[in-house]
């Protein structure tokens, strides 16, 4: 079961169970958000709790000041958990003690001890005053503590990333928080809080990389799938089972359509007209006219693709140019910049590489010679061929 409380902010934390690990969940760019910090938390905060709730994982959430706190006793399921939630850049189980600097030393030297460092060893302590009352200075709390652990261990003190132990220390006003772990999240944004947008996804190694980076800014993402056989690929709902353990707060449903039945009835009259060397540029037009139709309908505001400029023929910067003129909403790219070997590195990163690159079918419907660099002007006049002037406007879709 995962509940909430609020706790004052400056006043103590709700008392944690006896078997409970208190965690504290860190965030980012939301700390910038001025008056509209409040909006952003309580997305946070949902979004977390979601992640417990659907993950099986007891817990309690609550915000103390700008502080959020998940009290569990499944401590390393809800540290990989809470790893995957946008908005959260770093998450640590804590340690909660008294306000008073022998017991930050006690704790400190067990925390020490339980991380088994000796003589050979080294650690530095990061310490930071929230309560400007507390007698010591920030620079002070590490040296005395990190005094006390060097007594009790004989570990050496070193301030750099190759350290065996970090041992943060954050004293507030009426407790104090050590941790010795800290686990990087995705950062972002809380999914949710940046709008609605309808993603173009394949069962490539592109698209869901598109949706995860979108996700990350806050979107909440609705996949369009344009399936090329009689059902869906097998891989495709591994691809979403993946990218949904990144998108609590958002279920991702997808929108199956046949690929068929969007560019079948025009391939006939391309033959006619000898231009299936354009084959690849109205699909793609046809895709995002589609789309837009499906945004419309869910009130989401903007596309997103996978294209990465220059990686296929209908991702030159001239035939981006020509499908997307005249779209009716906004079409993203976040892979716009970025090579195959990076946008590869970030499938592998978030799960989705493998079923990418499972055996499926391609497109039955690729020219040995598509266009590269086509014109707005003939791509539409193409269009306007292709269909019949009387139901579409110029440069409209079939």
């Keep these: 079961m995962v509940g909430s409380s609020t706790a004052p902010a400056g006043g103590p934390l709700p008392e944690v169970g006896a078997q409970g690990t208190l965690l504290v969940v860190r965030y980012g760019e939301i700390g910038l958000k001025g008056h509209n910090r409040r909006y952003f938390f309580a997305k946070l905060r949902r979004n977390v709790r ?16 700008q502080r959020i706190f998940v009290e ?7 540290l990989d958990a809470l790893r995957r939630v946008f908005g959260v850049v770093s998450v640590s189980p804590v340690r909660r003690v008294p306000a008073a600097l022998d017991d930050l030393e006690r704790e400190a030297v067990s925390m020490a001890r339980r991380a088994g460092l000796n003589a050979g060893s080294s650690f ?11 007698p010591l200075t920030s620079p002070e ?3 005395e503590v990190g005094a006390a652990v060097v007594d009790a261990t004989g570990a050496q003190v070193r301030f750099d990333p190759t350290v065996d132990l970090e041992i943060a220390v954050e004293v507030r006003r009426d407790y104090a928080l050590l941790s010795g772990q800290t686990l990087p999240g995705p950062g972002g944004m809380p999914v949710g809080s940046a709008g609605r947008v309808v993603a173009l996804l394949s069962t490539g190694i592109d698209s869901p990389v598109a949706i995860w980076l979108m996700m990350k800014r806050g979107c909440s993402v609705i996949p369009v799938h344009f399936a090329t056989g009689v059902a869906p690929a097998p891989q495709l709902g591994s691809l979403l089972a993946a990218l949904q353990r990144y998108s609590h707060g958002w279920t991702l449903k997808p929108v199956i359509l046949p690929h068929a039945d969007l560019l079948g009835p025009v391939l006939p009259r391309l033959r006619e007209l000898h231009a299936q060397r354009w084959t690849c540029l109205v699909c793609k037009r046809l895709m995002l006219l589609k789309a837009a139709e499906v945004a419309r309908e869910a009130g989401a505001s903007a596309i997103v693709t996978g ?18 003129a005249g779209i009716a909403k906004p079409i993203l790219r976040p892979l716009i910049g970025y090579d195959k070997t990076e946008i590869m590195a970030m499938a592998r990163r978030i799960g989705t590489y493998d079923f990418s690159v499972e055996e499926g079918l391609g497109c039955q419907f ?3 010679n598509p266009v590269t660099q086509g ?9 306007d061929t292709l269909c019949p002037v009387a139901e579409t406007p110029v440069g409209g879709g079939c």
């Excluded at 530095?124 to 507390?134: E, N, P």
Aim: charged share 25%; net charge negative; glycine share 8%.
């Design 375 to 383: 014109k707005v002007s003939q791509l539409h006049e193409l269009f």
């Design 50 to 65: 979601r992640c417990l709730r659907e993950e099986g994982i007891p817990g309690t959430v609550w915000q103390e000041g």
């Design 124 to 134: 530095c302590v990061r310490a930071r005053r929230g309560d400007k009352s507390f």
């Design 141 to 143: 709390i590490g040296r």
């Design 366 to 368: 690729l020219p040995t």
């Design 72 to 78: 569990t006793s499944w401590e390393e399921a809800a």
């Design 307 to 324: 294209d990465s400029l220059g990686q296929v023929a209908s991702q030159t910067l001239a035939s981006l140019e020509a499908v997307s």
